[in-house]
Each structure stands twice: as C-alpha cells, then as structure tokens.
C-alpha cells in the first residue's frame, strides 16, 4: 500500500508539473512581442512642440513612409529593390491641412539618434509638389518662435521668447502684462 500510494503521488506531481510548463510555454507562445516605442524621448518632446504650433492650423503625422503620401509614386514593380527602397524611407513628421489633410510641409529631426537622411529624388518630389521640407535639430525643441516663424512665415506668430527665455503664447503675454 505504501509503495502505491508513493506511486500515485509521484504521478500527480508529474501531471502538475507538465500541467505548468505546458501552461507556461502556451503562454510565452501566444504572448505579443514587445516592440520598441515608434518615437524617442527626443522626438516624443518635439512631437509634442510640433502639436503646439499647429494647433487649429494644421495636423502633425509622425513616422510616415512615403507610400503612404499620394504626391509620391513607386515608378517602379513593387517587386524591384528600387521599390522596396523607396518604401524603406520615411519622414519624421508631416504637417497637414485641417480642411483636406493635404501635406504642406515635411519635418525632419535630428534628435541624435539614428537618423536616415533623405534621398534627392525624395527632396526634390517634394519641392515639386509644394511641399516645403524642414530640418531641424535638438535644440529646437526649446525654440518655439524660431520654429513656429519657419513653419508659418505667412501666418502671425502665437509665442515669444522673453528676455529670461520663457516662452509664452502672445494672448497669455497680452493678459499678464495688460497691454493688447
């Protein structure tokens, strides 16, 4: 009896350990993959000034590839290396009409991580669809009115820089200081 009952115990300790590592290994099987974050620290803060200046003028899309524009055409099988080339590009951040979502201008930012330099024909698509291409770096993160003049030269500006190097937006700046 005794050697039965050691017998049963040491069959179910084996049923409940295969139970757990099947269960474990299910689980690590249909588990999603984690993926690193779409942007960086760097970009995430510049995404973030891009949203402040365009807010109610224009739509800012982030990490779009080029096929995913319709002013740019493959020209080419989307079997051929060229194709898989021109898909592999992408812009940092694209800057869109409310009204049409229609690109007006194309952003790319030098955060100091990896950046991946556009090609000429890219650049020059661009310019021939009206498509303004800017660059800017990780300074600019803190230059709202410097960016703000270069993405809408046509448009009055909505921040200034103080002397003490706050930045604050003019309506704001017209209520502290009660002049209009």
Known sequence: MDVELIALITFVAVVLL???????????YFKTPCEAPLLSQSEREFYGVLCQLCANRAIVLCKIRLPQLSLFAAG????????????????????CRNSDCKPIAVVEFDGGGMTVKLSDIVIAQCVASKVRVYRFNLSSINELAVVEAQLFPEQDPRFTQLESGLQLPIGKLAKTTGCR
Not at 18 to 28: D, G, H, M
Not at 78 to 92: I, L, P
């Open 18 to 28: 295969l139970l757990v590592v099947s269960v474990n290994y299910i689980k690590a």
């Open 76 to 95: 080419c099988s989307k079997w051929s290396w060229n194709y898989r080339q021109f898909q592999a590009q992408q812009f940092d951040f694209v800057i």
